[in-house]
């Protein structure tokens, strides 16, 4: 028996990276059910957002398997308020039922998403990622320079193989306005 029952995590992935995994990893130790949605699902084929939605759903769900649950949370275009914490919880209902829990990195902005009221029902638990030091821009950045030997250093080796194919998409929509067309299990 886990300490808590439904568990809820939010990132936009956009390089899935051994910061995301330790977090996951948490939550799964702690909740019977993790959620975990991708944030800026809408978005792609861009330098903040390079990876579409099934890229990255696809990158969690190589890593994971069926231990967790993968769903899509497009963008509300409303910031680090509690309106965008509300559209969270509302989704995570619609998906999952209601979450017990919300395991998260410590990082500022979260403490902003959600209200007094929702805080007094769900149990957020801020994880540190101790030593892994690293982010998701400076993962594409790695892979921009094409330092492949920096960038496989924090990522998941059953990742490693698409390394190229991950490249090629970061560039394009570095330097076109159009979808690439590649796929993440393309290159099996």
């Known amino acids: 028996m886990k300490q808590f029952k439904k568990g809820l995590i939010l990132g936009r992935f ?3 990276h ?4 330790y977090i996951i990893d948490k939550a799964l130790d702690l909740c019977e059910e993790v959620l975990v949605f991708i944030g800026s699902s809408d978005k792609s084929n861009t330098i903040e957002n390079p990876f579409d939605y099934e890229t990255r759903k696809s990158m969690i769900e190589l890593v994971y398997g069926d231990k967790i649950k993968v769903a899509p949370l ?25 979450p017990d829990c919300i395991v998260h990195g410590i990082e500022a902005k979260c403490d902003t998403w959600f209200s ?19 982010n998701a821009s400076t993962l594409r ?9 920096k960038w496989k250093e924090f990522v998941n080796p059953l ?18 306005p ?11």
């Open 14 to 16: 956009q390089m899935l």
């Open 18 to 21: 051994k910061g995301h995994e």
């Open 74 to 98: 497009p963008d509300l275009g409303v910031g680090n308020v509690p309106l965008w914490g509300e559209y969270v919880l509302e989704n995570a209902i619609k998906t999952n039922g209601f």
């Open 116 to 134: 007094d009221e929702i805080r007094q029902k769900i149990t957020f638990i801020k994880v540190d990622r101790g030593d892994i030091k690293i």
């Open 141 to 149: 950045q790695y892979m921009y320079d094409n330092e492949y030997d």
């Open 159 to 176: 990742l490693h193989k698409y390394y190229s194919m991950l490249r090629i998409k970061l560039i394009t929509a570095y330097v076109t």
């Open 178 to 188: 159009t979808k690439p067309k590649i796929t993440l299990l393309d290159e099996e």
